[in-house]
């Protein structure tokens, strides 16, 4: 009988497991895949390259006696990476790397077929009408809905997400506009939708496109006179997902080309996604035409993640990259990083890296030390919580009393002073802030904010109010 990859694999894993703790075969070699088996090499896939790190640091040697032992003296190994490019469209990519040497092992050359900081697409323009030229989606595999986990913060936006991967262009979320404050998954979520819709519609031509990127082609096929060639490839797109879509303010000749495209889109029945940091009524300089258009579906906001949200983004972070951590250090990161995912994941990063690398326990301490120094470099977006609570403090009333209906003169202002710098100094939308401020709606913010703006050049005492919370809202 020949051998395969995951039959060889699996008398590895047999031997491995007889001699390590059953602790350390659950972390480091159960999320390992058998990739293929060529030239008496053996590929498998890691999750990530500390994970790859940390077994040519800690199981090099038993790996090569697991391995000479299925295929003889001449065995190779290599480790099969999923790492994603931070440039450009952030298309993932594979890093081949071969067992170090000091392993015995012959190893093979290293393999990155994708590290340019700015990949063009595939075909980006082509003949109206011919339908059989394959189109790259530009989508990342690991943002999919599994590793996007639900909470009270994204339900919505998730949900909507769901139906519209189940039926694009068929419900009434289209376009679906997914706006938030950052590092809360909104790129991820575009990409979930994506990734969700070519499994179940593998017919479909899917295309992700961040909003920087669709100007620089627009540009370039005004300069070589391409202009209708540029449309007709997008207006092929069954489902266009289009990341920070606000990025588009101000550029008239873009916000123009890309209105058509969408119409095109629209009345063809094809699924539009729109990701932005702004809901629609808060953008600047977008044409209203298009405005209007961004609100004939749904638009879902992502918050900030509650607790169990945020303990449940570390549990599946850890379990992803194969690690171990005492519960009360998951409690401890929850309660102390609050404002976005991409921070939460960065510190585990951190964390996990100062342990392997100092060859030190995950202890509180140690916790304590990295939440400490990453805070402390991280530009934190302020709550409406605290910006609330900070207000009522300074004005002596509890944050009750600011968001009543009482129309009490000191009180309105509180109320307009906590909307002026929910604005300022967070991500959220004026409906957003409105809601959380008293249950008011999005004109009463923008009512207030216009109001402290006015006061504050016609007021000294209101002035002062102004400068004072600003230096408590920024210590």
């Known amino acids: 009988m020949s051998k395969t990859a995951e039959s060889v694999w699996n008398n590895c894993l047999a031997f491995i497991e007889d001699n390590i703790t059953s602790q350390a075969y659950k972390t480091w070699f159960e999320p390992i895949k058998a990739v293929k088996l060529s030239d008496n090499a053996l590929s498998i896939q890691v999750p990530s390259k500390f994970f790859y790190e940390w077994l040519e640091e800690h199981y090099v040697k038993i790996l090569k006696v697991a ?74 595999p690991n943002y999919n809905f599994d590793s996007f986990l639900e909470g009270e913060s994204n339900r919505l936006a998730r949900s909507a ?59 370039e096929s005004v300069k070589k006179n391409n202009r209708n060639d540029f449309i007709h490839f997008y207006q092929i797109i069954d489902v266009l997902i289009v990341d920070d879509i606000q ?86 990161l929850a309660n102390n990083i609050k404002t976005n995912i991409r921070e939460l994941e960065g510190a585990i990063i951190s964390l996990i890296a100062h342990s392997s690398f100092n060859r030190k326990e995950i202890t509180i301490e140690l916790a304590r030390k990295i939440v400490d120094n990453y805070v402390k470099h991280t530009k934190r977006e302020v709550s409406i919580d605290y910006i609330q609570k900070v207000v009522s403090d300074y004005f002596q009333m509890d944050v009750d009393t600011l968001q009543s209906k009482t129309r009490k003169r000191h009180i309105v202002q509180a109320r307009q002073l906590a909307m002026f710098f929910a604005k300022k100094f967070t991500k959220a939308s004026l409906a957003s802030i409105g809601s959380q401020i008293g249950q008011r709606d999005h004109a009463t913010v923008l009512h207030a904010c216009k109001t402290v703006d006015n006061l504050s050049s016609t007021d000294k005492q209101f002035r002062k109010y102004v400068e004072d919370l600003s230096k408590k809202l920024t210590l």
């Open 247 to 332: 990025l588009l303010s101000g550029k008239a000749g873009t916000q123009d080309v890309f209105f058509h495209i969408f119409n095109h889109l629209h009345q063809n029945g094809k699924q539009v996604i729109l990701t932005s940091d702004k809901a629609p009524v808060d953008m600047i300089d977008i044409e209203q035409r298009l405005l209007s258009r961004f609100k004939w579906g749904l638009s879902a906001e992502l918050n900030h993640p509650d607790y169990d949200t945020r303990v449940a983004i570390i549990k599946n972070k850890l379990y992803r990259d194969g690690v171990e951590m005492p519960d009360d250090i998951v409690e401890f």
């Open 67 to 140: 391995l000479t032992k299925e295929l003889g003296a001449t065995a190779k190994l290599v480790y099969i990476i999923r790492m994603e490019n931070t440039y450009g469209n952030k298309q993932p990519f594979t890093e081949k790397i071969p067992s170090a040497n000091r392993s015995n092992l012959q190893s093979q050359n290293v393999d990155v077929p994708l590290k340019n900081k700015s990949p063009e697409l595939k075909n980006p323009f082509i003949i109206p009408g011919i339908r059989n030229v394959k189109i790259e989606s530009q989508l990342n």
């Open 161 to 219: 997400g769901l139906a519209v991967a189940n039926k694009p262009g068929g419900t009434s979320f289209n376009p679906l506009l997914i706006f938030g404050g950052v590092g809360l998954g909104k790129t991820h979520l575009g990409h979930a939708i994506g990734v969700d819709i070519k499994d179940k519609y593998p017919e479909k031509t899917v295309l992700y496109i961040s909003a920087e990127k669709f100007t620089q082609q627009y540009i």
